[in-house]
């Protein structure tokens, strides 16, 4: 059989496996934007709803007044002017419709926000479809497969790449090179990792790059910058008190702001972050790539992790939990979140939206908490991709909407919903960098993330996603060692992936 042969064979087997089972995504509810967005009941983009084809959706045709040409919106005192992506738009696609899904929530809102523009200046209608978190990626997978009611999306990213995997979505370099690309698109403004993590797949341009997510690290600036604090620290450790850059400085700092071995410490625990079981294996991928590891080979498909750097990145998580909360096996994002925001941590790794709870008006710690990249400096990424399907009867449109989405004045829309921008120029704009002081350090830890929150093999986010949750838990709970734990988790990722016919 030829090698052409047998990657027609693998595919057609990965949409017949993903084809009746719900391929959800643990990024989704990690809730990574700048606010907490728990999965609700379906929304509507605008009055009036109607039942469709894709059952369980509410939908409805973004009917908000157009705005104006002499009402151009400002953010940050920035009045945006690229309202019809660089002229391309006139108004050409009257009476076309495009139906456009994403899950509920900010994700949602925020691109009702650009749609009255775009409709306006295109001539076209845009008909929103949107889905509560526990529904969502089902009703996707299954129109994918059977209804073909979608024209485009907003999807994380592992999941978009699973779809290209089985020539679900299409490749957008013919449109981003094409004559119909506004001449301002300027893909090369888009962050590089992001465009490079999010966008490419197996060699194509399969996504352009929607709310971005990172691991970030959190401190409570106040007590690291206190006199009396760096005099402790240095008498005990002759050293100076510093946000830790490194494993074993974090270890050091960890214990000198634990109670329990530091009973001058002014915090409870020296570190935390989401142990619980859906969201520990962050906790080792955040360090993966700063002893050279990774989480698969993404040419086979095989571990990565099974060695020297993937056991150390382990033993790390471990030695950790001495510093951390003593129900860290059960913190998730509300409980954890609340700990540090309450003062009884001194550093925690997180997505970006702690930032925005730990400044609310009832927070002891409100601003008093510094930002850095994580230490090792090799964060998880998370995030989000725009993405036209294969079977769309409108692919330019398709195309057209998602530019659009993507423009560089478009984005800044979108940041009051807590959707944060992919284009380098937008992080450069100093009136955006100073709106949030979390910017500058996600900008950077953008470029320093090496490994996906959820494990990137098509057809297999879940269950590879559960594997390692299953083997990091057993290792923090002292069932196995990190060695046990890794060969264990080896074996099925191996496993899964020959099941699933992805074996090369």
Request: proline share 6%; charged share 20%; aromatic share 10%.
């Amino acid at each position: 059989m030829s090698e052409q042969s047998k990657q027609r064979l693998s595919r057609r087997k990965f949409v017949a496996l993903t084809g009746g089972i719900l391929v959800t995504s643990g990024i989704l509810a990690a809730c990574g934007d700048n606010t907490a967005t728990p999965a609700t009941s379906a929304t509507t983009a605008a009055s009036g709803t109607a039942t469709t084809a894709a059952a369980g959706a509410t939908t409805a045709a973004a009917t908000t007044a157009a705005p104006t040409a002499s009402a151009a919106p400002e953010v940050f005192g920035i009045k945006l002017k690229d309202l019809d992506s660089g002229g391309t738009l006139k108004g050409q696609y009257a009476g076309k419709k495009l139906v456009f899904v994403t899950a509920d929530g900010d994700l949602t809102t925020a691109i009702k926000e650009v749609i009255p523009y775009f409709q306006k200046v295109s001539g076209a209608t845009v008909e929103m479809q949107t889905f509560p978190g526990d529904s969502f990626m089902e009703k996707v997978q299954l129109d994918l497969q059977v209804g073909h009611h979608f024209d485009g999306m907003a999807m994380p990213i592992a999941n978009l790449h699973g779809y290209a995997y089985a020539n679900q979505i299409q490749d957008l370099t013919p449109f981003t090179t094409g004559k119909i690309a506004s001449p301002n698109l300027d893909m090369a403004d888009f962050v590089p990792a992001l465009l490079e993590t999010y966008g490419k797949y197996q060699g194509k341009l399969v996504a352009l790059p929607y709310k971005p997510d990172v691991q970030l690290f959190f401190y409570r600036k106040d007590i690291f910058e206190d006199p009396k604090m760096q005099a402790a620290f240095k008498a005990k450790n002759n050293t100076d008190l510093k946000v830790p850059t490194t494993m074993e400085e974090l270890k050091t700092v960890a214990a000198f702001f634990t109670k329990s071995l530091n009973p001058d410490s002014p915090t409870d625990y020296g570190f935390s972050s989401m142990g619980s079981k859906s969201n520990s294996r962050w906790n080792w991928t955040n360090r993966l790539g700063a002893y050279g590891a990774k989480d698969f080979d993404a040419t086979t498909f095989q571990p990565a992790f099974n060695n020297d750097g993937g056991v150390k990145a382990l033993q790390d998580v471990i030695d950790l939990k001495k510093y951390a909360p003593k129900e860290w096996l059960e913190l998730q994002w509300d409980n954890g979140n609340k700990l540090f925001s309450d003062g009884k941590v001194a550093m925690m790794e997180q997505w970006p939206g702690l930032y925005i709870i730990s400044q609310t008006d009832t927070s002891p710690v409100k601003g008093k908490v510094g930002v850095a990249v994580t230490p090792g400096g090799s964060p998880t990424l998370g995030g989000w991709g725009f993405a036209i399907t294969s079977t769309t009867k409108e692919p330019e449109l398709a195309y057209k909407f998602i530019e659009f989405l993507s423009g560089k004045d478009m984005q800044l829309l979108m940041v009051q919903h807590t959707i944060d921008p992919t284009r380098t120029s937008n992080y450069n704009r100093p009136e955006v960098a100073s709106s949030n002081p979390v910017y500058p350090v996600l900008f950077k830890s953008f470029a320093a993330g090496k490994i996906l929150a959820d494990v990137d093999i098509p057809g297999l986010v879940t269950k590879l996603n559960d594997v390692e949750e299953l083997y990091v838990q057993s290792a923090l709970k002292g069932d196995l060692t990190p060695k046990q734990a890794l060969e264990k988790m080896a074996g099925d990722f191996v496993n899964e992936v020959k099941a699933a016919g992805l074996q090369k």
